[in-house]
C-alpha cells in the first residue's frame, strides 16, 4: 500500500524542520484535500502554505500523531486562543491572504522522533464551518473534537457549526455523526494512520464508516459511546447545510490507554480471568452437549452461573478490583449452585428445577436481541428497554415450559454454545463477549441508555465465531434429544421417591423390595 512505503521511507528519512505546501490547483469545487505524512525531531516546525486560491472560504488545517501530544498553533509562540494540543488537532483559517503559517510544537517528546499526518481541506465560503459556534472550547472556531473514557464507556465532546447568514442561537445546520472501527486490535502505526485518512472527506466519511444511531438533539454534541477496549476506532462529524457539507476533524481512541497496551488494553488479560476462560469452555461444553443428560451436574452449574451474575452485578457498584470481586462472585456461585442442586434432591419437581435454566437462557436471547435494538432512540429509556427485555424473556419461558423437555435441552444448548464461543473469542479478538459485557452496563452503569452501542464486527473472525455457534447449537440440541428418545423425560429423584407414602395406589403384590408378611401355621 502506498501509504505503508510513504510512512517506511519517512521513518528512515531526515527530520524535516520547515515544510512548505503548494497549494495551486486545490479547490473547493476541485482538488479539496491536501494530504502528507511527515516526521520531524525538532521541537517546532513550521508549515507554510503558500498559492491558496482567492475562492477558498476557509480552511481545516489537521495534524494527527498517534502517541505524542503535540501542539498546533497559528502562532511561534503560545498565545491562548490560538493553538490547540493533543493527538487529534485541527484550526480553522480563514483570511484574503494568499499565504497561511502554522506551527506544529513538541511538548513532551515520547520518542526522538514523531511521524505526524499532516491534511488540509478546502472549503467554500458558503460550506458549513465545523465548529464555529464554540461555546466552550479554547479556540474560537474548534473543528476538533475531545474523547474521555473510562472502562464502561466514552465520551465525544464537540462544538455546533456555524454557516453563512446562520444565527448559532437558532442553528438550523445538520449534524450526523459516524464513526469506523479499525480492522486489527492491535496499535499498530499503520492502521491507525489509514483510519484517519479514511475519515478525512464528507465522500470517504460516507463511504467507509457507520452513520450513529440515537440522535437526541441535545445530546448531539456530547455524544456517549460503549467502551470497547483496545477496539481502535475513528469519530468524525458532518455539518450540512442547503445541499453543502462539511467534516470535522477526525479523533481516535483505543479506549484505553495505548502505550501501556499489554495491561491496560486487553481484556481481562490476568492470569485469574485466563483461567476463568478456559474453565468457562470446558463447563460450555458440558452444558451444549450434555446437560440435559447430566441432570445433576446441571442443576449444580446453572445455580453456580447464577450465582456468579447476581454477585459480580450487586458487587460490581463497589468498583472494586476485577479479581476482587471475580473471587467473591465464584464464591457466592458455588453456594448458589449447591442450593439449587439440593432443591431438586429435596424436592424432585421438573417444573421448578428448569426454571432458572430458562431465565437463564432467555435472559440470553434478550441480550442478544437488545445489543441489536439498543440503539434505538426509544431503548434509550429504562423503562422501554427492561420491559422488552422481560417480555422476551417471559415468552421464551413459557414456550419452553410447553415443552419442558425439549425446552430445558435447547436452554442448555444455548447457554452452553455461547460459553464456548465467547471464551475462544477472547483468544483470537472476537466480539462476542460483548454481548453479555453491554447487558451488564446497562444494569450497574448509571444512564448507560443513552450510550451507542454498534459494537464492532470483523468480517472473518466474527462471521467465523456466528457459523460455528450456529453449529454448536444445532449438534447440541441433535445429540441430546437423540439420547433422550424411548428415556423418561428427567431423571428419577431417589430421595422423593424413598419418602412417598403408601396410598390407595400401592401395589397389593408384595414383591423382593417389599418384606413378605409372616406366616402363620394351621390349628390341630
Given at each position: 500500500?502506498?501509504f505503508?512505503?510513504?510512512?517506511?521511507?519517512?521513518?528512515i528519512?531526515?527530520a524535516?524542520?520547515?515544510?512548505?505546501?503548494d497549494?495551486?490547483g486545490?479547490?473547493p469545487?476541485g482538488?479539496?484535500?491536501?494530504k502528507y505524512?511527515?516526521?520531524s525531531?525538532?521541537?517546532?516546525?513550521?508549515?507554510?502554505?503558500n498559492?491558496?486560491?482567492?475562492?477558498v472560504?476557509?480552511?481545516?488545517?489537521?495534524?494527527?500523531?498517534?502517541?505524542?501530544?503535540?501542539?498546533?498553533?497559528?502562532?511561534s509562540?503560545?498565545?491562548?486562543?490560538a493553538?490547540v494540543?493533543?493527538?487529534?488537532l485541527?484550526?480553522v483559517?480563514?483570511?484574503?491572504?494568499?499565504t497561511?503559517?502554522f506551527?506544529?510544537?513538541?511538548?513532551?517528546?515520547?520518542?526522538?522522533?514523531?511521524?505526524f499526518?499532516?491534511?488540509?481541506t478546502?472549503?467554500?465560503?458558503?460550506?458549513?464551518?465545523?465548529?464555529?459556534?464554540?461555546?466552550?472550547?479554547d479556540?474560537?472556531?474548534?473543528p476538533?473534537?475531545?474523547?474521555n473514557y473510562?472502562?464502561?464507556?466514552?465520551?465525544?465532546k464537540?462544538q455546533?457549526?456555524?454557516?453563512y447568514?446562520?444565527?448559532?442561537?437558532?442553528?438550523p445546520?445538520k449534524?450526523?455523526?459516524?464513526?469506523?472501527y479499525?480492522?486489527?486490535y492491535d496499535?499498530?502505526?499503520?492502521t491507525?494512520?489509514?483510519?484517519i485518512?479514511k475519515?478525512l472527506?464528507?465522500?470517504?466519511?460516507?463511504n467507509?464508516?457507520?452513520?450513529?444511531?440515537?440522535?437526541?438533539?441535545?445530546?448531539?454534541?456530547?455524544?456517549?459511546?460503549?467502551?470497547?477496549?483496545g477496539?481502535?476506532?475513528a469519530?468524525?462529524?458532518?455539518?450540512?447545510?442547503?445541499?453543502?457539507?462539511?467534516?470535522y476533524?477526525?479523533?481516535?481512541?483505543?479506549?484505553?490507554?495505548?502505550?501501556?497496551?499489554k495491561?491496560?488494553?486487553?481484556?481481562?488479560?490476568?492470569?485469574f480471568?485466563?483461567?476463568c476462560r478456559?474453565?468457562?469452555?470446558i463447563?460450555?461444553?458440558?452444558?451444549?452437549?450434555q446437560?440435559?443428560?447430566?441432570?445433576?451436574?446441571?442443576?449444580?452449574?446453572?445455580?453456580?452461573?447464577?450465582?456468579?451474575?447476581?454477585?459480580?452485578?450487586?458487587?460490581?457498584?463497589?468498583h472494586?478490583?476485577?479479581?476482587?470481586?471475580g473471587?467473591?462472585?465464584?464464591?457466592?456461585?458455588?453456594?448458589?449452585g449447591?442450593?439449587?442442586?439440593?432443591?431438586?434432591w429435596?424436592?424432585g419437581v421438573?417444573?421448578?428445577?428448569?426454571?432458572?435454566?430458562?431465565?437463564?437462557?432467555?435472559?440470553?436471547?434478550?441480550?442478544?436481541?437488545m445489543?441489536?435494538?439498543g440503539?434505538?432512540?426509544?431503548?434509550?429509556?429504562?423503562?422501554?428497554?427492561?420491559?422488552?427485555f422481560?417480555?422476551i424473556?417471559?415468552?421464551?419461558?413459557?414456550?419452553?415450559v410447553?415443552v419442558?423437555?425439549h425446552?430445558h435441552?435447547?436452554?442448555?444448548?444455548?447457554?452452553?454454545?455461547y460459553?464456548?464461543?465467547?471464551?475462544?473469542?477472547?483468544?483470537?479478538?472476537g466480539?462476542?463477549?460483548?454481548?453479555f459485557?453491554?447487558?451488564?452496563?446497562?444494569?450497574?452503569?448509571?444512564?448507560?441508555?443513552?450510550?451507542?452501542l454498534d459494537?464492532p464486527f470483523?468480517?472473518?473472525?466474527?462471521t467465523?465465531l456466528?457459523?460455528?455457534?450456529?453449529?454448536?447449537?444445532?449438534?447440541?440440541?441433535?445429540?441430546?434429544s437423540?439420547?433422550q428418545?424411548n428415556?423418561?423425560?428427567?431423571?428419577?429423584?431417589?430421595?422423593?421417591?424413598?419418602?412417598r407414602?403408601?396410598?390407595?395406589?400401592?401395589?397389593l403384590?408384595?414383591?423382593?423390595?417389599?418384606?413378605?408378611?409372616?406366616?402363620y401355621?394351621?390349628?390341630?
Amino acid at each position: 500500500m502506498l501509504f505503508g512505503v510513504i510512512l517506511s521511507l519517512l521513518s528512515i528519512g531526515p527530520a524535516l524542520a520547515d515544510i512548505t505546501v503548494d497549494f495551486t490547483g486545490y479547490s473547493p469545487d476541485g482538488n479539496n484535500i491536501y494530504k502528507y505524512y511527515y516526521t520531524s525531531s525538532v521541537d517546532i516546525t513550521k508549515i507554510k502554505l503558500n498559492n491558496i486560491a482567492q475562492d477558498v472560504g476557509f480552511l481545516v488545517v489537521q495534524v494527527h500523531t498517534q502517541f505524542e501530544n503535540v501542539t498546533l498553533s497559528n502562532s511561534s509562540r503560545i498565545v491562548y486562543g490560538a493553538y490547540v494540543s493533543g493527538t487529534n488537532l485541527g484550526l480553522v483559517w480563514s483570511s484574503l491572504s494568499s499565504t497561511a503559517t502554522f506551527y506544529l510544537i513538541r511538548n513532551i517528546k515520547v520518542e526522538s522522533s514523531v511521524g505526524f499526518l499532516l491534511a488540509v481541506t478546502v472549503y467554500d465560503e458558503y460550506d458549513p464551518v465545523p465548529g464555529g459556534c464554540n461555546l466552550s472550547f479554547d479556540v474560537p472556531v474548534a473543528p476538533y473534537q475531545v474523547i474521555n473514557y473510562n472502562n464502561d464507556y466514552l465520551t465525544v465532546k464537540s462544538q455546533p457549526p456555524s454557516a453563512y447568514g446562520v444565527s448559532c442561537e437558532k442553528n438550523p445546520i445538520k449534524i450526523e455523526m459516524f464513526h469506523y472501527y479499525f480492522n486489527h486490535y492491535d496499535s499498530d502505526s499503520r492502521t491507525y494512520f489509514d483510519g484517519i485518512e479514511k475519515m478525512l472527506t464528507v465522500e470517504d466519511i460516507r463511504n467507509v464508516s457507520r452513520l450513529v444511531g440515537k440522535d437526541l438533539g441535545y445530546q448531539k454534541h456530547n455524544r456517549m459511546f460503549s467502551n470497547y477496549r483496545g477496539r481502535g476506532r475513528a469519530f468524525v462529524l458532518i455539518a450540512s447545510y442547503k445541499g453543502r457539507s462539511a467534516a470535522y476533524v477526525p479523533a481516535v481512541s483505543y479506549g484505553c490507554d495505548a502505550m501501556n497496551w499489554k495491561y491496560d488494553c486487553s481484556e481481562l488479560s490476568s492470569e485469574f480471568w485466563k483461567v476463568c476462560r478456559a474453565v468457562l469452555l470446558i463447563l460450555g461444553g458440558l452444558l451444549c452437549f450434555q446437560g440435559h443428560k447430566m441432570f445433576r451436574l446441571t442443576m449444580f452449574l446453572i445455580g453456580f452461573i447464577f450465582g456468579v451474575l447476581i454477585t459480580f452485578i450487586v458487587v460490581s457498584v463497589e468498583h472494586a478490583s476485577h479479581n476482587g470481586y471475580g473471587l467473591i462472585s465464584l464464591l457466592i456461585g458455588f453456594f448458589y449452585g449447591v442450593f439449587w442442586l439440593f432443591v431438586w434432591w429435596k424436592f424432585g419437581v421438573p417444573l421448578l428445577s428448569v426454571q432458572l435454566t430458562m431465565i437463564l437462557s432467555g435472559g440470553l436471547i434478550a441480550s442478544i436481541t437488545m445489543n441489536q435494538l439498543g440503539d434505538y432512540n426509544a431503548f434509550a429509556l429504562d423503562i422501554n428497554y427492561w420491559l422488552t427485555f422481560s417480555c422476551i424473556v417471559i415468552a421464551y419461558m413459557i414456550i419452553g415450559v410447553a415443552v419442558m423437555m425439549h425446552g430445558h435441552i435447547v436452554s442448555c444448548v444455548v447457554i452452553g454454545s455461547y460459553a464456548v464461543i465467547a471464551a475462544i473469542s477472547y483468544y483470537i479478538d472476537g466480539n462476542m463477549e460483548f454481548i453479555f459485557v453491554n447487558f451488564f452496563r446497562r444494569v450497574v452503569v448509571k444512564n448507560f441508555g443513552y450510550a451507542v452501542l454498534d459494537p464492532p464486527f470483523l468480517i472473518f473472525t466474527d462471521t467465523f465465531l456466528c457459523i460455528m455457534w450456529i453449529l454448536l447449537f444445532l449438534v447440541g440440541v441433535k445429540l441430546q434429544s437423540r439420547y433422550q428418545r424411548n428415556r423418561s423425560p428427567f431423571p428419577p429423584n431417589r430421595n422423593v421417591s424413598l419418602e412417598r407414602p403408601l396410598s390407595e395406589t400401592t401395589p397389593l403384590l408384595y414383591s423382593e423390595a417389599y418384606p413378605s408378611p409372616p406366616e402363620y401355621s394351621a390349628t390341630p
